[in-house]
């Protein structure tokens, strides 16, 4: 069984540029320290593993008011 914890590989500033949320087609800020993309006007934030951003609303975590 492996133990180690995941791989945060960064995400490509390109795919930045174009990634707009799926919910209300607004912009997305990248969070660093959390790993996720951020949809303030949606208010949710989407992780990113491996370097790919998961942009499913199931997959979100809500982001406290």
């Given at each position: 069984m492996n133990n180690e914890?995941?791989?945060?590989t960064p995400i490509d500033p390109r795919l930045?540029?174009?990634l707009v949320c799926p919910l209300t087609k607004g912009p997305l800020t990248y969070d660093r320290e959390r790993n996720e993309l951020v949809s303030?006007?949606?208010g949710l934030a989407y992780p990113v593993r491996?370097?790919?951003?998961?942009?499913?609303?199931?997959?979100?975590r809500v982001l406290e008011p």
């Open positions: 914890a995941p791989r945060e930045l540029e174009i303030a006007k949606a491996d370097g790919i951003p998961i942009m499913l609303a199931d997959e979100a």
